[in-house]
T-cell receptor
Framework: EPEVTQTPSHQVTQMGQEVILRCVPI?????FYWYRQILGQKVEFLVS????????KSEIFDDQFSVERPDGSNFTLKIRSTKLEDSAMYFC???????????FGQGTRLTVV | RKEVEQDPGPFNVPEGATVAFNCTYS??????FFWYRQDCRKEPKLLMS???SGNEDGRFTAQLNRASQYISLLIRDSKLSDSATYLC?????????FGTGTSLTVIP
């Protein structure tokens, strides 16, 4: 069964450092997303991406964040100058069409120390 | 106002019980509706999409009432393996909006 894969599963970084979280969406999917979930809180939308550009972003997704689809398979989230409050589980998701369900990767747990 | 609201629970029910979860959403323009389940420290996994006509998948039944902007999930004959957090998810535009989730524990 096709699945969304994310690497690494856990990333520890020092405050102020840059991190890149990587995702391989399901191959025939056209819509890609990043979400985050702070421990004990709800899943929060960060950004959606379609046709090689951001289609929507939340107020969380400020200038510190960027996304890229560097090739035909990878979808990355870059966080510049990480802060302690960026510690969370980051989920990548993809969907085939705009109205269909999204499938989530297993997440990257980011810990900023 | 929150986009999606759910009763956080927790719901603690005995094995074999029937349990119902409810959810409301605020944007009448929302297009698609889903229930996901999330186990502790894992990713959300699709349980089922929700349609206006109602749909059933084994022990699970989902209903959507667009007029009331209300979504429900019914679980019959609860199993221990049903213990998880159930997330009501609504698609509006290019975003999936998540409720805070309802925690279910099925007790032997």
């Amino acid at each position: 069964e096709p699945e969304v894969t994310q690497t690494p599963s856990h990333q520890v970084t020092q405050m102020g450092q840059e991190v890149i979280l990587r995702c391989v969406p399901i191959s025939n999917h056209l819509y890609f997303y990043w979400y985050r979930q702070i421990l004990g809180q709800k899943v929060e939308f960060l950004v959606s991406f379609y046709n090689n550009e951001i289609s929507e972003k939340s107020e969380i997704f400020d200038d510190q964040f960027s996304v890229e689809r560097p090739d035909g398979s990878n979808f990355t989230l870059k966080i510049r100058s990480t802060k302690l409050e960026d510690s969370a589980m980051y989920f990548c998701a993809s969907s085939e069409e705009q109205s269909t369900e999204a499938f989530f990767g297993q997440g990257t747990r980011l810990t900023v120390v | 106002r929150k986009e999606v609201e759910q009763d956080p629970g927790p719901f603690n029910v005995p094995e074999g019980a029937t349990v119902a979860f409810n959810c409301t959403y605020s944007n009448s323009a929302s297009q698609s509706f889903f229930w996901y389940r999330q186990d502790c420290r894992k990713e959300p996994k699709l349980l089922m999409s929700v349609y206006s006509s109602g749909n059933e998948d084994g022990r699970f039944t989902a209903q959507l009432n667009r007029a009331s902007q209300y979504i429900s999930l019914l679980i019959r004959d609860s199993k221990l393996s049903d213990s998880a957090t159930y997330l009501c998810v609504v698609r509006t535009g290019n975003q999936f909006y998540f409720g805070t989730g309802t925690s279910l524990t099925v007790i032997p």
